[in-house]
């Protein structure tokens, strides 16, 4: 392999790395907003405040757990390209477009995936038990 493929190679892989790299941090963001949004919720239950306002706070969590969910299963394409690109099957043309899911059916597959990660269930699996929890303690009269 020629000096000038290589250094190529490195570079379109390096590109392809850091999508990587801003998909992760933008899932650590999400997290970190829905980790506030549940201290908020926690906060204000004490309060008078009406209860299907309580109810609604806990859509962002469920929005932020979408979003978070398609950059996971968005950043796993990546990696395909990345290890594509690695072996040789992907020729070095720059294109970040990561590779299609071809049907329904492999996109849903994905995405049941990606929700079975640990990064995703260990997290919003509590955090959406805790808000229902707290939403159904102040629909009940108990907050």
Excluded at 16 to 28: E, G, K, L, V
Excluded at 92 to 112: G, H, Q, R, V, Y
């Amino acid at each position: 392999m020629s000096e000038k493929i290589l250094e190529s190679k490195i570079s379109y892989l390096q590109m392809i790395q850091s999508s990587i790299d801003r998909m992760s941090t933008t899932s650590a963001i999400f997290k970190g907003f829905s980790a506030t949004i549940i201290t908020g919720i926690s906060a204000v239950s004490f309060t008078e405040i009406n209860k299907w306002v309580l109810f609604l706070a806990v859509l962002p969590i469920v929005c932020f757990l979408a979003l978070d969910v398609y950059y996971l299963q968005l950043e796993k394409r990546y990696r395909i390209l990345y290890n594509e690109v690695i072996s040789g099957r992907h020729k070095i043309d720059f294109n970040l477009a990561p590779p299609k899911i071809e049907t329904t059916w492999d996109m849903l597959s994905t995405i049941w995936k990606s929700l079975k990660s640990p990064s995703i269930y260990l997290f919003y699996g509590p955090t959406i038990i805790i808000a229902g929890i707290i939403v159904i303690m102040k629909f009940a009269g108990g907050i």
